[in-house]
């Protein structure tokens, strides 16, 4: 195997933050004695999450075994999606905040799976993968993502197993959403549908556009991270693996 040095476009910050949640947790198990320290950890699953490389690429590069990369990797994604904010605490957050308005889309996480795998086969994007439920602030900045659920579950249903709706109308927050959201109540408002519409109903939805969009940019900017371009691991890890680098990617706009 060959090998060279390489970037990762990452701030120092991350790479501390991150070391110090493993130094704590080693700390707390009394497991202090490991083959990597906790910044040389730290920088392994960075590499994982941010350029998707696989375990035995990682494992070769920081000269650990294929299954030790993977529990490093599991046990540091595991802490850090424990301090993704809940979705009521994420409401609270936008409204302190004063936003005029939120951002509800959803996105696919596609996954290695077989044509076989119907239920994880999304008719709408034509592949199989995850739907993730992703809040955002009218800038595109990330409030909040959702566990996971099959790709073939429609946007609306997933915001309402997540009790989304729910809680934006509790909140009388306004939402933002488009057209997969239509019948989601009064406080979410989706563009006008049908063919031949009026003027007013076109331009209506020309300004639903023009804001809509940046905060539609936080579905790109989670996926930098180029683990969720194609998951090559359990499906059922890929809301996890949101919740991780969305807690990470806030680090990094600090």
């Not at 998707?52 to 070769?60: C, R, S």
């Amino acid at each position: 195997m060959l090998f060279y040095r390489a970037a990762l476009p990452l701030s120092s910050q991350t790479l501390t933050y991150l070391a110090g949640i493993l130094r704590r947790n080693r700390q707390a198990l009394k497991s202090t004695k490991r083959r990597l320290n906790p910044g040389q950890q730290a920088m392994l699953v960075l590499v994982y999450l941010r350029k998707g490389e696989t375990f035995a690429e990682i494992a070769a590069g920081f000269d650990v075994g294929t299954a030790t990369a993977w529990r490093y990797v599991q046990e540091a994604v595991a802490l850090v999606a424990q301090r993704s904010p809940t979705l009521d605490q994420a409401i609270r957050a936008a409204k302190r905040t004063g936003y005029a308005f939120v951002v509800l889309d959803g996105t696919l996480i596609p996954i290695d799976r077989l044509a076989a795998d119907r239920p994880f086969y999304s008719g709408k994007h034509k592949r199989h993968g995850m739907n993730i439920q992703v809040l955002a602030a009218p800038d595109g900045t990330p409030l909040w993502t959702s566990g996971s659920l099959p790709g073939s579950v429609h946007d609306l249903k997933a915001a309402r197993i997540w009790g989304i709706i729910r809680r934006l109308q509790a909140a009388k927050l306004i939402t933002l959403a488009d057209k997969a959201y239509v019948g989601a109540g009064e406080k979410v408002l989706v563009p006008y549908k049908g063919r031949d519409k009026p003027q007013s109903q076109k331009t209506a939805n020309s300004a639903h556009a023009r804001l809509r969009a940046p905060g539609e940019r936080a579905n790109a900017v989670l996926k930098n991270w180029r683990i969720l371009r194609k998951l090559r691991c359990c499906p059922l890890r890929a809301g996890q693996l949101v919740k991780a680098i969305f807690v990470l990617q806030a680090r990094e706009v600090r």
